[in-house]
């Protein structure tokens, strides 16, 4: 078998030749901008890794671009999360110009009752009980002050918005969980609380049965 012809320069066609000029500038221009990306003590900026270097502000971190010298900025005057409820101080605050709400401004719902006792027994269960009686293993444990009974008659008593501003602001020992639970959250949590103060206080066999599904049967913790 023959070897194929050797190409001499004048064989070689004026495209082929152009192309390979093109990639050879493009691969050398390539290489400077990669050779002239580095930073400070020749470290490389940009390296399989940048997506684990991220440099970024961490909350509570400092910052030398602010003059005040910290990374995390208070919002502007007058702005509002965006699904921030106003003007609406019965429901926002549990009261308004003429009082505190005596009622609880939401429909009385068995999906209300079942989010008030998912939040309640993961806020407030530990401390005031499953059946809201203030019998817990942390509540058997504080000595200079016990969580009260939240079904004893002086607390059945308050209304339903100062039990909604008790568990916004806290009282006592008992901080405050308006930053962790919504409004909707904490009003479902003041209706599960007359639940549990109306099974305290009612016979089981007048409760509807619907309206007992959602309330404990008994004491855990």
Do not use: N
């Amino acid at each position: 078998m023959r070897p194929p012809p050797r190409m001499v320069p004048s064989q070689v066609s004026p495209r082929t030749t152009t192309g390979r000029t093109r990639t050879g500038r493009t691969m050398g221009t390539l290489l400077v901008l990669l050779a002239a990306c580095r930073a400070e003590g020749g470290r490389p900026l940009l390296t399989w890794e940048r997506m684990q270097d991220q440099p970024k502000y961490l909350p509570y971190g400092e910052s030398r671009f602010f003059p005040d010298g910290m990374a995390m900025r208070a919002p502007p005057d007058g702005t509002v999360p965006r699904d921030a409820i106003v003007g609406r101080p019965l429901l926002t605050e549990g009261g308004d110009s003429t009082g505190v709400a005596m009622r609880i401004p939401l429909p009385l719902t068995p999906e209300l009752l079942a989010r008030g006792r998912d939040r309640f027994d993961i806020f407030c269960a530990t401390c005031h009980g499953v059946a809201g009686d203030g019998e817990s293993v942390v509540a058997r444990k504080m000595q200079a002050r016990k969580p009260p009974s939240l079904v004893q008659a002086r607390v059945r008593a308050l209304p339903a918005g100062t039990l909604y501003r008790v568990a916004t602001e806290g009282w006592g020992l008992m901080p405050g969980y308006g930053p962790d639970l919504s409004v909707t959250d904490r009003w479902a949590v003041v209706a599960y609380v007359r639940a549990l103060q109306l099974r305290h206080v009612a016979p089981g066999d007048s409760l509807a049965r619907g309206s007992g599904s959602a309330l404990p049967t008994g004491r855990r913790g």
